[in-house]
């Protein structure tokens, strides 16, 4: 079970961008995660008229390691680790620090 999952807000924890929250717009595979305004980059894009693509530089969203981004908890205000509990015999998310349920 992922603890991290697509619509998640989540913090940053290290590089460049330490500190900045995003939602998870997907995960890329087992490690990687796409963060909505998070890890942007230049990319130098060829023009492609058969696909309606105008050629120049475009902003690019790249994956990000899970391992350093943290769930973000809207009632403390802080980053929080995710634990997997069974729950009526079912596998539940739930933070750490607080104990609240995520919703799956």
């Given amino acids: 079970m992922n603890k991290i999952r ?14 900045k929250k995003g939602v998870v717009l997907s995960r890329v595979n087992d490690e990687y995660l796409l963060v909505e305004g998070v890890n942007i980059v230049k990319k130098h894009q060829k023009p492609n008229p058969m696909k309606g693509d105008v050629g120049g530089v475009v902003d690019k969203t790249m994956p990000i390691h899970q391992s350093n981004v943290s769930l973000f908890d809207k009632e403390t205000g802080k980053p929080s680790r995710v634990a997997v509990k069974k729950v009526d015999g079912k596998s539940v998310r739930v933070l750490v620090k607080t104990g609240a349920q995520l919703a799956n």
């Fill in 6 to 19: 697509k619509g998640d807000e989540v913090l940053v924890l290290n590089g460049k961008f330490k500190g």
